[in-house]
């Protein structure tokens, strides 16, 4: 592969012994209850990182059993702002003091570059305190407008028990954005990780354990989808699921949960545009756009997949996008200097590549990468920063998330014509558009239909800010305080105060 940014081997050290991955049910560290166990090797280094158990139906009874009486008990789920606060923040303080064993474990589960892996443990940290901060200030309503003998009142309680499932892209940081928020509303819960990722989720539970947490208040069961993650949408005792990972699994989510009407919660896909229109600063859009498409190696629910261009700009865009594809740094994911490292397995990877494949069959031209890239000395799947131009709005290529570093481009001649592309998808996570007109920019960002628009700039994202999708990338929200939202229960409380009720019958 000539002409584009590899770090080859840094000969990083590496653990000698896989990471032991077990459930925590009860507060109490459990093997399966048929004693199987499932390993996980490192898409970038070929390693064994960690042995889990592999879970049955029977740990996700024990799990649901100990979140339910730890839920009806009362202890945890009416204790006070301030006790839960405290507990967020202590386990907030564990993963900063934790962050180096976390991140090294999420890079050999995930391939993800060892400096990104940080980042988001300190994000997750930062989202811990800013759940405590919702546990102190929540609040529900009073009524004083009912007349001279009545008073009202709407309470938020805690929804119960929570099912909380997640994908192997971003564990660390996908968990953290729903189980603070959970814990703050006095919810207890049964987390089961991605079957690629389960160990940091693991430490998760010994720095619960460690700052305190009560039995039963946070289980987790390690494993796969079938039996483990059915299980847990299923059981009645459950009443609420979260989940975070494809569209698919979360439309079967929603048919396993209907038997049991549980609230349902779901992050799912996207296929997110960003439109440069030929106002907008040009550098600027080209950077966005790299970081949209090889942050995380594409394998981003935001990631910015597919770019819409003027195509008064496009062939000049092309060239800029192009040229600072080939800068980007691939490989070795224990190199500080990696920007993108592996691809999560083998069957991805041809995954990817098909897409790729059936583009340039149907008439797209490949201007950047399109195949496997080796990085010397590693034993695991790389692919190239890949780029598609001539993209037609019907391909595959342009309507289905690739989830790899491989960027679709599309061109448009009006703005009306743009919309009408971006929201032509039954995706409707994110989109973006770059302008240096304001009133071009609100436009968009009224007339697109995802959950959120950015505006020169992309895939900024803050604790504060609520995060979700339209159509088929989801429902509900997580992160600010709608995010806690998702976790409460509305309770209406009518009280008659003083005068004598009048009688009904007489
Ligand atoms: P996935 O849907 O394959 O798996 C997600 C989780 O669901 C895993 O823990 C898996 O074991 C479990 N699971 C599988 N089958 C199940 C079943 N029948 N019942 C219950 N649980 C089951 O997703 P993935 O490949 O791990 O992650 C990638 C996907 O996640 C992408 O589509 C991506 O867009 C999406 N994602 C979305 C967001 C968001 O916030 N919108 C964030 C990250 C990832």
């Known amino acids: 592969m000539t002409n584009i940014t590899v770090v080859q081997n840094s000969n990083a050290s590496l653990p000698d012994v896989p990471f032991k991955a077990r459930h925590l049910i009860n507060g109490n560290w459990a093997n399966s209850s048929d004693g199987a166990v499932f390993e996980r090797r490192s898409p970038s280094h070929g390693i064994i990182v960690s042995k889990a158990c592999r879970g049955t139906a029977e740990d996700v009874d024990a799990a649901v ?125 049964v987390i089961k990780p991605s079957e690629m990722t389960p160990s940091t989720t693991v430490i998760l539970g010994e720095l619960l354990m460690e700052a305190g947490c009560p039995a039963g208040v946070v289980n987790i069961v390690l494993g796969f989808g079938d039996p483990v993650g059915t299980a847990m949408s299923t059981d009645p005792r459950v009443d609420m699921v979260t989940f975070t990972g494809s569209t698919r699994v979360g439309k079967s989510i929603v048919a396993a949960t209907s038997g049991t009407l549980k609230k349902v919660s779901l992050e799912l896909g996207g296929k997110n545009p960003q439109v440069i229109m030929p106002d907008a600063d040009l550098d600027s859009a080209a950077d966005a756009v790299a970081l949209g498409v090889y942050f995380n190696a594409g394998e981003c629910c935001n990631s910015s997949s597919r770019i819409l261009v003027h195509e008064e700009v496009a062939e000049d865009f092309i060239a800029r996008t192009t040229e600072l594809s080939r800068r980007v740094p691939f490989g070795d994911p224990m190199d500080l200097d990696t920007k993108v490292g592996a691809i999560i397995s083998a069957e991805h990877q041809d995954k990817i590549h098909a897409y790729v494949q059936d583009a340039a069959q149907s008439g797209a031209s490949i201007r950047l990468g399109g195949q496997a890239l080796e990085i010397d000395g590693l034993n695991g799947q790389f692919y190239s920063p890949t780029i598609v131009a001539d993209v037609a709005p019907n391909m595959p290529i342009a309507r289905e998330e690739v989830f790899g570093p491989v960027l679709s481009v599309l061109t448009f001649k009006t703005l009306e014509e743009a919309i009408s592309i971006v929201n032509d998808a039954d995706y409707g996570l994110s989109a973006g558009i770059w302008s240096e007109n304001v009133h071009t920019c609100l436009e968009f960002a009224r007339r697109a239909r995802a959950g959120t628009v950015w505006t020169n700039t992309w895939m900024d994202g803050f604790p504060e800010m609520p995060f979700g999708g339209m159509k088929e990338s989801g429902q509900g929200r997580e992160l600010g305080r709608y995010g806690l939202e998702e976790f409460l229960e509305t309770k209406t409380v009518t009280m008659r105060i003083g005068a004598t009720r009048g009688a009904w019958v007489g």
């Open 65 to 189: 059993a100990s979140a339910r009486a730890a839920f009806d008990d009362g202890n945890w789920s009416m204790s006070s702002g301030k006790d839960r606060a405290t507990l967020l923040l202590k386990v907030a303080d564990l993963i900063d003091r934790e962050r180096e064993r976390i991140a090294l474990l999420e890079v050999l589960e995930s391939g993800k570059p060892i400096s990104q892996a940080r980042a988001e443990i300190e994000g997750a940290s930062d989202l811990w305190r800013y759940a405590a901060s919702l546990a102190r200030t929540m609040y529900g309503e009073s009524h004083n407008t009912l007349g001279k003998d009545m008073l009202g009142v709407v309470l938020k309680e805690p929804i119960g028990v929570v099912s909380i499932i997640t994908p192997w892209n971003f564990p660390f940081l996908i968990v953290s954005q729903k189980l603070p928020f959970a814990l703050a509303t006095g919810c207890t819960c």
